[in-house]
């Protein structure tokens, strides 16, 4: 069955620290992937995505993922991190044969001054 | 991208009643997407709604707890029905962006608190 690891529930970093997030994917074929973030009370909005081509892509609000087909993992990352990156983080993949997304269980990121 | 809004951003409603939920998007988009977000969880996908046609429910959902319509290619509503407490969640929609790929934009979601 497809499915969506993110094996941090909750991390904590200090403000500047560098950051990574991890997500894992099981799927027979590469899917789209993506990553999604969620501020408290607000909705997701889309940090970045892979479809195809260069395996490291950039998002917004510095953010970046690496696509690694040999892990089935697509990591996200930031080199220093804001206080205002304080916010729930979902991976999601979308399998080509559907226009859904599944997504991953979340991880939360707290930041501390 | 499109801007997608929902309506209301939150209600408490009592058991037994119903609710439902506006989204509109500011574009013609293709499908649009329910999904349920209980508390400190992930996003379990409700059904997928196309124009004109039956929305397509996920396994666990059926259309006499969750009716949806899409009259156009900019709106949509999802009813809860028959609330019970357990109902109570967050309720987002989303719109493909016709870019491909699976893309999605969400709307802010409407908090639901059963009493």
């Known amino acids: 069955a497809q499915s969506v690891t993110q094996p941090d529930i909750h991390i904590t970093v200090s403000e500047g620290a560098s950051l990574e997030l991890r997500c894992n994917y099981s799927?027979?074929?590469?899917?789209?992937l993506f990553w999604y973030v969620q501020s408290p009370g607000q909705g997701l909005q889309l940090l970045l995505k892979?479809?195809?081509?260069?395996?490291l892509v950039q998002g917004i609000k510095g953010f970046e993922a690496e696509f690694k087909r040999s892990q089935s993992s697509f990591n996200l990352r930031k080199p220093s991190v804001h206080w205002s990156d304080a916010a729930e983080y979902f991976c999601?993949?979308?399998?080509?044969?559907?226009?859904?997304?599944?997504f991953g269980t979340g991880t939360r990121l707290q930041v501390f001054p | 991208s499109a801007v997608i809004s929902q309506k209301p951003s939150r209600d408490i409603c009592q058991r037994g009643t119903s609710l439902t939920i506006q989204c509109q998007v500011d574009?013609?988009?293709?499908?649009m997407f329910w999904y349920r977000q209980q508390p400190g969880q992930s996003l379990t996908l409700i059904a997928t709604?196309?124009?004109?046609?039956?929305?397509?429910?996920e396994s666990g959902f059926v259309i006499d707890k969750f009716p949806i319509s899409r009259p156009n290619l900019t709106f949509s509503t999802l009813t809860v029905s028959n609330l019970s407490p357990e109902d109570s969640s967050i309720y987002l929609c989303?719109?493909?962006?016709?870019?491909?790929?699976?893309?999605?934009?969400f709307g802010p979601g409407t908090r639901l608190t059963v009493t």
């Open positions: 999601a993949v979308g399998p080509y044969n559907t226009d859904k997304l599944i």
């Open positions: 799927y027979g074929a590469t899917p789209y």
């Open positions: 892979y479809f195809s081509g260069d395996t």
């Open positions: 574009s013609q988009v293709t499908m």
């Open positions: 709604a196309n124009q004109g046609s039956e929305a397509t429910y």
């Open positions: 989303s719109g493909n962006s016709g870019t491909g790929g699976n893309e999605q934009y």
